[in-house]
């Protein structure tokens, strides 16, 4: 586990030492990935049997996607645009607030697949 630096003079040194292009070309290197490609392995890990969830986990992901599919919700989905606003609101605070859990389901699976 890295540390935060505390005094002026290592967070001086790490901001000159910072290479740009080093930067960019590890972002390139990086998969995109969609929220919705998150989602869909949300989706598949809570419905996944070998891949272990806490409890609290389960219940809170379980209830975000319920919450989606109901029809009746705070703003009732057959309103238009506006009623799926916030299921599609509920999802990306899901998939953000879970974001740990689907990599390491990610890498799960890539590792049952070997």
């Given amino acids: 586990m890295s540390t935060i630096p505390n005094d002026l003079a290592t967070i001086k040194n790490m901001s000159t030492s910072f290479d740009k292009e080093a930067s960019r070309e590890f972002i390139q290197t990086q998969p995109k990935r969609s929220?919705?490609?998150?989602?869909?392995?949300?989706?598949?890990?809570?419905?996944?049997?070998?891949?272990?969830?806490?409890?609290?986990?389960?219940?809170?992901?379980?209830?975000?996607?319920?919450?989606?599919?109901?029809?009746?919700?705070?703003?009732?989905?057959?309103?238009?645009?506006?009623?799926?606003?916030?299921?599609?609101?509920?999802?990306?605070?899901?998939?953000?607030?879970?974001?740990?859990?689907i990599g390491r389901f990610r890498d799960y699976k890539n590792e049952s697949t070997l």
């Avoid at 219940?59 to 975000?64: E, F, K, S, V």
């Fill in 35 to 101: 929220w919705s490609e998150d989602f869909k392995l949300l989706y598949e890990m809570v419905r996944s049997k070998s891949f272990e969830l806490d409890q609290k986990t389960l219940i809170t992901i379980t209830g975000a996607l319920a919450y989606v599919v109901m029809p009746l919700d705070a703003i009732p989905d057959v309103i238009p645009i506006i009623g799926w606003l916030d299921d599609s609101i509920v999802l990306k605070l899901v998939v953000d607030s879970f974001k740990g859990e």
